[in-house]
């Protein structure tokens, strides 16, 4: 099972640039429209680490919190 603190920065910046992918492409939440101005080639790699760490590091302790 993961673990937070086998997140290295580039597997969170990895998952963050997905992520915003996932959200501006596919969008089945439907929350692009929210974001209009979000492009996802816009977003560097920092900006992908923060997102992609705090997603799934929020995912993780929900799993084990609840």
């Known amino acids: 099972m993961a673990k937070i603190e086998d997140l290295t920065d580039e597997k969170a910046a990895e998952f963050g640039h997905t992520f915003i992918r996932w959200l501006t492409d596919e969008d089945p939440a439907g929350v692009a429209r929210?974001?209009?101005?979000l492009?996802?080639?816009?977003?560097?790699?920092?900006?992908?680490t923060e997102i992609g760490r705090s997603v799934l590091e929020d995912l993780l302790a929900e799993r084990f919190v609840a």
Do not use: G, S
């Open 39 to 48: 492009d996802p080639h816009a977003v560097n790699d920092h900006a992908a």
């Open 34 to 37: 929210l974001f209009p101005d």
